[in-house]
């Protein structure tokens, strides 16, 4: 029996040209107790149709045909939502007492100004006929059925002092606590940690067993879709493309869109020099202004490996930096000095590494973990506590640098953090910086020419002739059309502003690059094309990266060596076939094993991600524990691999 059965959904949005046509004749089932997942990239239709099934469509979106027939059990009979009103007394009954949603950001989602146990039993009352102190039992039971350290606590909790894996499991706790019949889970952990993102599979598959629900899963991430669905349904451009259980969809793909997403997904089975095949390829354009600059560096580059006494040179070099936060609570009103209590943050704790001329050099770690605020901290946007940051700008220095003896701190190449006024804006030309949102990162209210030229026109570089061309074959360069400089970003994909942030980046042909997630907001076809083009792009200008995410099935793709931090540290660095051959600290082992894999025969490991302990310095074994009161130093294990271990 099913609990959901869709009949040639249809969805139309109202323009002002006509009729949009977003959902176009789809059907499947959802039956009892199985979890069905929707798959697609952006823009395929998952979540309008999800937003039908609840009745929740926007007001320009409404439904122009087909059934969306619910039977929540055995003993009711069927229901046709598509025939209810939106706000009809039974579609709000069915809405959260019957179907629950969650969506994919839980702080949006979640009410700032209400407490977490308010929001919870509010659900009960609205749905069950129960008084106040009944509705705070439940709440208490469904809180600690999700996995909350201590459900008491969490009643009077607002959403903003809980962590992002906390939000969801309050989230996943308000749309469960009236024990709905059908779970509709939207892109439910794309924002979060590998870690994290594991945790919350393993509950939504928990709960599912506990309360016998059905769940229906959209997501883009196949490797979450082959750890947790009983079948698949994949979409594209509002129509299904193919569909079957989870056996079938991987062992033997049929539709060409299908096979492609597969091939777009980085996996740690890749071969040395494999490329990701992403759905839709992007043809770039290395325009002559680029090339002559892109020849340079790698004339220079070649000159520089040629020499025999220094074949791998330094390019960044960051000794021993510590930045910490002072976090005071204190009341809201009232006098402050005498309640206040200080608390001290280490955001980045005694982190020292090299970054090669020509490498990536990946930084891997949890939110939180620091990876940000160090990045910061290497632009001098953020001052450290101590610590030194060593820029070597040419050969010469750099030559100079080796002979010298960097270990013993005779640096002959830029001290970064000494960077005041005009040498800190003449520097800004030598390190750029690619952010996680482009969305944010690009001004609504600029055109695409003002915002890639801004960085020309700000360091007086070229004449209005000279910027014009060279935003042209930025554009080019990112497989973009020249002729859409007049757009706006809104006007573009996520996957599109991504670019232009990349193209607005290398305006001013830097040798030096830090990205912190550029792909983690993408889709998997998405995240392919920006990959292959960041990976060619430093081919062609011989370009360093710093590449920060949380995946490490990303970095493994793009990275040459690659650190990972947790709490301010870095707890190893290594050889990417080293690292992914080799882990040795329990840190790198537990993040390794929570990155999902689209095979069905290699399943996601819930034990080895130590119920939520695995970043818990205090919690690893010796000699990886690590307290207040305990020294700890990279370690050499083998060579060019460091791990972080208690002081003998």
Not at 568 to 582: P, R, T, W, Y
Not at 611 to 624: E, H
């Amino acid at each position: 029996m099913n609990v959901l059965d869709i009949r040639n959904l249809k969805v139309v949005f109202q323009l002002h040209d006509g009729l949009l046509p977003v959902v176009r004749d789809i059907s499947f089932k959802i039956p009892h107790g199985k979890t069905v997942a929707l798959v697609g990239e952006s823009g395929s239709g998952k979540s309008v149709t999800a937003l039908a099934i609840m009745r929740i469509l926007p007001k320009s979106a409404q439904i122009s045909g087909g059934e969306i027939l619910l039977q929540p059990d055995s003993n009711q009979g069927v229901t046709d939502i598509a025939l209810l009103k939106a706000d009809s007394e039974q579609m709000r009954g069915i809405r959260g007492g019957k179907i629950s949603m969650i969506f994919q950001e839980p702080m949006a989602s979640l009410s700032p100004l209400h407490t977490i146990g308010d929001q919870i039993s509010e659900c009960v009352l609205l749905h069950q006929d129960v008084n106040s102190s009944q509705a705070i039992k439940l709440t208490l039971d469904m809180l600690d059925l999700v996995g909350f350290p201590d459900p008491q606590r969490a009643l009077k909790t607002f959403p903003f002092e809980l962590s992002g894996g906390l939000r969801q499991r309050a989230m996943i706790a308000a749309a469960l606590v009236c024990r709905p019949a059908l779970l509709v889970a939207d892109e439910p952990t794309t924002a979060l940690d590998v870690t994290i993102q594991a945790q919350i599979l393993k509950l939504i598959k928990d709960l599912q067993q506990e309360l016998r629900m059905a769940v229906l899963l959209i997501t883009h991430d196949l490797g979450v879709v082959a750890n947790i669905a009983d079948e698949v349904v994949v979409m594209y451009h509002g129509e299904v493309m193919e569909s079957g259980s989870v056996h079938e969809i991987y062992s033997n793909p049929e539709h060409q869109y299908l096979k492609a997403l597969l091939q777009a997904v980085p996996h740690f089975d890749m071969k040395p020099g494999e490329r990701l095949t992403s759905v839709r390829e992007i043809e770039t354009k290395l325009g002559h202004l680029l090339l002559s600059e892109g020849q340079s560096q790698k004339m220079q580059a070649q000159k520089a490996q040629s020499n025999t006494n220094h074949p791998n040179t330094i390019h960044l070099s960051v000794k021993k930096v510590f930045r910490t936060f002072n976090i005071r609570n204190k009341p809201l009103f009232g006098p402050s000095n005498n309640t206040g209590v200080n608390r001290i943050i280490r955001a980045v704790d005694d982190v020292s590494f090299d970054v090669l001329r020509g490498e990536c050099f990946g930084l891997v770690g949890e939110s939180g973990c620091g990876k940000t605020t160090l990045s910061k901290i290497l632009m001098k946007a953020l001052r450290p506590d101590k610590g030194t940051i060593t820029y070597f700008d040419s050969e010469q220095e750099i030559a100079q640098g080796i002979a010298q003896g960097i270990d013993q701190g005779i640096a002959p190449g830029i001290d970064v953090l000494a960077l005041e006024h005009e040498k800190l804006f003449d520097f800004r030309r030598k390190m750029q910086f690619i952010f996680q949102d482009p969305f944010s990162s690009l001004n609504p209210r600029m055109t695409v020419y003002d915002i890639i030229r801004e960085p020309l026109v700000i360091h007086n570089v070229g004449d209005r002739a000279y910027q014009v061309e060279m935003v042209s074959e930025l554009m080019r360069l990112v497989g973009l059309d020249p002729r859409c400089l007049s757009r706006y970003p809104h006007s573009f994909s996520g996957g599109q502003r991504q670019r232009l942030g990349i193209a607005r980046a290398l305006a001013l042909r830097p040798e030096f690059i830090i990205c912190d997630e550029p792909v983690s907001a993408l889709d998997v076809s998405i995240q392919a094309q920006v990959l292959n083009l960041l990976k060619d792009l430093q081919s062609e200008l011989n370009l360093t990266y710093i590449f920060i995410s949380h995946n490490l099935a990303v970095v493994d793709y793009i990275a040459d060596r690659i650190a990972v931090m947790c709490h301010g540290c870095l707890v190893e660095i290594a050889l990417k076939e080293e690292l992914f051959n080799n882990p040795v600290h329990p840190y790198t082992k537990a993040l390794l094993s929570a990155v999902p894999f689209p095979d069905l025969n290699k399943p996601l490991d819930f034990d080895a991600i130590m119920d939520g302990k695995s970043s818990v310095p205090g919690a690893w074994p010796m000699p990886y524990t690590q307290t207040p009161h305990t020294q700890t130093q990279l370690t050499a294990v083998a060579p060019e691999h460091y791990v972080q271990t208690q002081v003998a």
